[in-house]
């Protein structure tokens, strides 16, 4: 899984709330998306600086500000003395390694989740997704620019639907349950590679079966621990106390809740596939090496008697009574062969063969 190691030496000795990036860079510049909406208006623009964006009075319209790109950091500074951020919640978003999990500072709600991506191999990228929520505003951000939030800036141009009448946290909702339901996808490709990977191990498993089960429980666990936490920050968010959460959106965080554990159990359930394909192919290895011995030892066996004969017959005496026999050569040879065929008809009635 490229992308997953980020090197966080370089904080060391910094004090908190100190701006460094932590992870790749993924464009030289950042990209600021400014969508403002109410019931009956929508204006979309892409802006260069937040030095002339205001947090909207109360009552207006909804502002949605989406960034692409984190490497700015003169932009995260200015982002939160405008909106006034706390510092350890830049950091934290600088920080491209951090769990999901829900802040609430007051006038705002820090929320940060992950996102993945496929590679051309079919390996899963990491991003970090950060949010921050205001009474009227919104502010996202990604590691890279990415079309997953394009089906909720659709509904939002369209007139008809909830979005546009809703405010800034049922928006906070729509992105959620966008990010929440992309798992599904990576899931739905991950069980059908779990399912290629069983037919070849009832069938012919081999090192690259094991090789490819090593691989698929190593991108598991990394799902695993990176959506865990997502069940309790979820329900956080339903079960909150904030005045930026309303009441009707509560029902709406709930069901990303439940979407959230649906992702959580499917997780649980292919981890503990792999387990179980990672004993089968053991056993079906070591009753392999079985078969393999079986044979060799009945092989062995059903020759010992008749390398028995062979070393009697073999030895240098001069005096042996059948050395001058006629049809010693003949008989020897008969009586080989009765004792093996007599020998192979034993084991197979005793079903060892």
């Known amino acids: 899984m490229p992308g997953t190691t980020r090197k966080r030496s370089v904080k060391t000795g910094l004090p908190p709330g100190s701006l460094v990036h932590i992870g790749q860079r993924h464009a030289e510049r950042a990209k600021i998306l400014l969508c403002e909406y109410d019931e ?7 802006i260069h600086s937040l030095g002339g964006v205001l947090p909207p009075p109360d009552g207006t319209a909804v502002a949605w500000i989406h960034i692409d790109g984190l490497q700015e950091i003169p932009l995260l500074e200015q982002m939160g003395n405008v ?12 920080n ?3 769990r999901p999990k829900s802040e609430d500072h007051g006038d705002y709600i820090y929320i940060v989740l992950r996102l993945f991506h496929e590679d051309t191999g079919g390996g899963l990228i990491p991003e970090q997704v950060s949010m921050v929520l205001g009474p009227n505003w919104l502010i996202s951000l990604q590691e890279r620019k990415g079309s997953l939030l394009d089906p909720v800036r659709e509904r939002l141009r369209n007139e008809k639907g909830r979005l546009r009448k809703a405010g800034a946290d049922y928006l906070a909702h729509a992105l959620l349950d966008a990010i929440v339901d992309s798992y599904f996808v990576i899931l739905d490709k991950f069980g059908e590679k779990i399912e290629t990977v069983e037919e070849a191990l009832v069938g012919h498993p081999s090192p690259a079966t094991l090789r490819e089960i090593q691989s698929l429980k190593r991108e598991i666990i990394f799902l695993r621990k990176s959506i865990w936490p997502l069940r309790e920050m979820v329900g956080g968010l339903g079960r909150s106390d904030s005045p930026l959460i309303r009441e009707l959106s509560v029902i709406y965080f709930r069901d990303v809740y439940d979407h959230a554990v649906q992702v959580i159990d499917t997780i649980e359930t292919y981890r ?19 078969e393999v011995m079986k044979v060799l030892t009945v092989i062995a066996t059903v020759f010992m008697p008749l390398t028995f004969l062979a070393g009697i017959y073999g030895m240098n005496f001069k005096y ?3 050395l001058e026999w006629r049809w010693g050569y003949i008989a020897l040879w008969g009586l080989m062969v009765v004792i093996a065929v007599f020998m192979l008809i034993l084991f197979r009635r005793k079903k060892w063969l």
Request: hydrophobic content about 35%; charged content about 25%; cysteine-free.
């Open 83 to 94: 909106f006034g951020l706390h510092p350890l919640i830049l950091e934290d978003i600088l």
């Open 320 to 322: 042996m009574p059948e």
């Open 40 to 46: 009956s208006h929508y204006r979309e623009r892409e």
């Open 96 to 98: 491209t390694e951090q």
């Open 272 to 290: 503990d596939m792999l387990s179980g394909m990672l004993d089968i192919y053991l056993s079906s290895i070591s009753n392999r090496m079985n």
